[in-house]
């Protein structure tokens, strides 16, 4: 093995920016419980600001509902942690930014606000990409940072697999 070689993983937001800009694409992001982690990572990437419109932390129901379109029914029926509002947050952020392609997260990071049916750790991550919505339910274990760092992840890496599709 030769010691003077290093091999370095190119970072997925470096993967997403460059899908992006080879497909002149744009892309916004729409955060509850990362907080906008997700748009702070892919901001880490020089030349995003070609293709990354904005960022969106949606954190109330309120906010979700006003900004992206959130109906107040399906916030009422199925909660702001559900499949359904990771739905419509995907397809609200993509129009509300006239952007091509979204990530979104909604989920409780806890150490408090779980129950039996929603416990801590539950996410769900929506991406949408040229109309196509993809909706991932993930339960992560670990303090609330752990929760949000593995959401982060989670979420780029939708994104980049969804990409790679077109």
Request: one cysteine or more; aromatic letters at 6%.
């Amino acid at each position: 093995m030769n010691s003077d070689r290093i091999i370095t993983e190119i970072p997925v937001e470096e993967k997403i920016a460059r899908i992006l800009l080879h497909k002149q694409m744009t892309v916004t992001t729409a955060e509850s419980c990362t907080g906008g982690l997700v748009a702070g990572t892919l901001v880490n990437v020089s030349g995003i600001s070609e293709v990354f419109r904005e960022g969106y932390v949606t954190y109330s129901n309120e906010a979700k509902h006003r900004i992206l379109g959130v109906r107040n029914e399906t916030l009422m029926k199925y909660g702001a942690v559900s499949r359904q509002t990771a739905e419509e947050m995907a397809a609200g952020a993509a129009r509300a930014a006239g952007a091509d392609a979204s990530v979104v997260t909604t989920g409780i990071a806890g150490p408090d606000g779980g129950s039996e049916e929603k416990p801590v750790g539950l996410v769900y991550i929506g991406c949408y990409v040229n109309g196509r919505i993809t909706v991932k339910k993930c339960f992560y274990g670990g303090d609330r940072q752990h929760v949000r760092n593995s959401a982060v992840k989670e979420a780029l890496d939708i994104l980049y697999c969804q990409l790679l599709m077109l």
